[in-house]
């Protein structure tokens, strides 16, 4: 997944069913003998809405959690779609535009407070491990950069098969890759974690060797391939918002064609188009282990 220089300003047409972020705060500056609890935080895909619906196909969201035991106060931090998670998945077509429009960034969210209830209900809230406040505020330093270069959020994983093994085409760049990420830096600024079961919801196509098709102006521009701009917005149409079932239906008979009849699918990945000749099983939902990282190196001890 590509680092970019800087975070671009989002478009207007651009909007959230849910605004990003409402209560986000800056992160503090712990002082630096703070002996602060980190907690794993996990819980079904917008469990506020649907409860625990999502949770019974493993479809999981994840956040890391903060205590400091200086002055009492808890933390949340997490990342997610600035806009919703079908507007990262799927571009929007829009009149009088060639090029598909993506509204798919993506960003950390850090407030005060933990919804205790929201984690628990359905979800986890555990113990993992204790840093200082100086661990901390390197760990913040590195969330800054860490939000500033890597700006699109990305729901597909693509493999070559379902075998552990197998080549991975592309990798998520989603809510847990963060939360992994996190735990890493944590490790290798001397974080220990207890040693309990951590898994992680992946959403994998599976697909042959993918072919690179080239960015918007090479497709979409006025020397593009018509052709190919043609069949990439054809592909994504049914794709998009419905008002109606009937309407709903007839598109996912169109899906089902194209993906699974016709092995095709057109990834937008790092700002590029790739075809992704697919291949059985076609999509899997996983829900799989991710051991908890060791540092690479000790800067810290609590």
Same mark, same amino acid.
């Given at each position: ?7 671009? +300003?989002?478009?207007?047409?651009? *909007? ?25 935080? $996990?819980?079904? #895909? ?6 625990? =619906? ?12 903060? /205590? ?10 997490? &990342? ?6 079908? @507007? ?22 850090? %407030? ?24 901390? @505020? ?17 729901? &597909?994983?693509? *493999? ?16 847990? /890759? ?5 735990? *890493? +830096? !944590? ?9 309990? $079961? ?16 080239? @960015? ?8 593009? @391939? +018509? ?17 109606? #079932? ?5 598109? =996912? ?7 699974? =009849?016709?092995?095709?699918?057109? !990834?937008? %990945?790092?700002?590029?188009? &790739?075809? =992704?000749?697919? +291949? ?9 282990? #991710? ?12």
């Amino acid at each position: 997944h590509r680092r970019f220089d800087y975070r671009p +300003k989002t478009d207007p047409y651009c *909007q959230a069913r849910y605004t990003f972020c409402p209560t986000g705060s800056a992160i503090p500056v712990m002082k630096e003998e703070d002996v602060i609890e980190v907690y794993r935080l $996990q819980a079904p #895909v917008w469990e506020f809405k649907y409860g625990d =619906l999502l949770g019974h196909l493993k479809i999981m969201h994840d956040a890391v959690g903060f /205590k400091s035991s200086l002055t009492g106060k808890n933390y949340t931090m997490e &990342w997610y779609e600035l806009f919703q998670l079908g @507007n990262c998945t799927f571009p929007h077509l829009r009149p009088g535009m060639d090029a598909p429009f993506w509204c798919n960034q993506g960003a950390a969210c850090f %407030y005060e407070g933990i919804d205790d209830a929201h984690w628990k209900e359905n979800g986890t809230l555990v113990l993992m491990t204790t840093i200082s406040g100086t661990m901390f @505020n390197e760990m913040a330093k590195w969330v800054k950069y860490d939000n500033e270069t890597g700006i699109y959020y990305e729901t &597909w994983t693509v *493999q070559a098969s379902p075998d552990k093994q197998s080549t991975v085409w592309f990798d998520s760049y989603e809510c847990s /890759k963060f939360i992994l990420r996190t735990y *890493q +830096k !944590l490790a290798d600024l001397g974080a220990v974690f207890q040693k309990i $079961q951590t898994n992680y919801t992946s959403i994998i196509l599976f697909s042959g060797e993918p072919i690179y098709l080239g @960015n918007e102006t090479s497709i979409f521009g006025p020397l593009g @391939n +018509k052709t190919l701009a043609a069949a990439i917005r054809d592909f994504y149409y049914p794709f998009k918002p419905h008002q109606t #079932v009937r309407a709903f239906f007839v598109d =996912l008979l169109k899906i089902i064609d194209r993906v699974i =009849l016709n092995h095709q699918f057109y !990834l937008f %990945y790092n700002l590029e188009y &790739w075809f =992704l000749p697919m +291949k059985y099983p076609y999509l899997k939902i996983i829900y799989e282990e #991710v051991p908890l990282p060791i540092g690479r190196k000790t800067s810290f001890g609590v």
